[in-house]
């Protein structure tokens, strides 16, 4: 009878929970790695204490939020969505040509191999260690900014188009090459037919994530509010830190707004 029938008798692909032997012995390194760890980083119970003691203080400061200098907080929110704004546009422009060579369905891997090369090179560094380097190399500002996260933008649009192309259907594209069209005919009739909803969507994500990283990359001097987010930090105007905090939540809620209403927009 099924009611009688011992757990070692069925089958392991319909266990939900069964385990591999693999599985348990990666299981058990990963416990052992986290419990090493966690004893070689020094945390002691006064010590929590003594942190917990301290950012009551500096949250009891904190309250209530002010506004002013609110010339010095509108600025840095402007420079903010222009830095964004501007390296989405130019991460855009970059990352459809880079995509586009990278598509192993549409072109020969001499071709893929260098293209995703400089994909995952635009990835492979977080937008603040980029700022930096343009800090040095350019100065502070929000030319740093906008360079970084151009930067960054070529590394996550890139990767996403690739792959966006090389998931569309190939009848399209054998039925337009069919017809005698050119190259740049099969692009425009047969792959951005396919790709154009994914693509604005995946663009509308990327200036959604360049307000936020437009805030990390002004704390080391490439523009944006997070420069006026570090001054402030730097006079112990934490009053005026948390405005500024509150702020820029606000800037990302619309953002996000934003994003979907654009999305909905093109899927009329």
Same mark, same amino acid.
């Given at each position: ?9 069925? @089958? ?10 693999? %599985? ?72 459809? @040509?880079?995509?586009?060579?990278? %598509? ?14 400089? =994909? ?127 702020? =820029?939540?606000?800037? =990302? ?6 994003? =979907? ?8």
């Amino acid at each position: 009878m099924a009611g009688s029938m011992s757990r070692s008798a069925v @089958p392991a692909h319909i266990r939900p929970f069964s385990q591999s032997s693999a %599985a348990r012995l990666g299981s058990l390194v990963l416990a052992l790695i986290f419990v090493w760890a966690f004893t070689r980083i020094d945390i002691t119970w006064e010590r929590f204490l003594l942190g917990t003691d301290g950012a009551a203080k500096f949250v009891h400061r904190m309250f209530p939020p002010v506004f002013n200098p609110r010339d010095e907080l509108i600025k840095g929110l402007w420079e903010t969505v222009q830095i964004a704004v501007l390296a989405s546009a130019a991460g855009v422009l970059l990352a459809l @040509p880079i995509s586009l060579l990278s %598509a192993r369905n549409l072109m020969p891997g001499w071709v893929t191999w260098p293209a995703r090369f400089v =994909i995952t090179l635009c990835r492979t560094f977080h937008p603040v260690i980029v700022a930096i380097v343009f800090v040095k190399a350019l100065g502070f500002g929000a030319l740093a900014g906008i360079c970084a996260l151009t930067v960054a933008s070529v590394g996550f649009l890139g990767k996403l188009f690739a792959e966006a192309i090389e998931e569309i259907s190939m009848k399209q594209i054998e039925a337009v090459r069919a017809t005698g069209a050119s190259f740049a005919n099969v692009l425009t009739f047969s792959v951005v037919p396919q790709v154009v909803y994914r693509f604005i969507g995946f663009m509308a994500y990327e200036l959604d994530s360049n307000l936020r990283n437009s805030t990390m990359v002004g704390i080391v001097g490439a523009g944006g509010i997070g420069g006026t987010l570090f001054a402030a930090f730097q006079r112990f105007d934490y009053d005026f830190v948390l405005g500024i905090v509150i702020c =820029i939540i606000a800037l =990302i809620m619309l953002g996000e707004v934003l994003q =979907i209403a654009v999305k909905k927009v093109f899927k009329q």
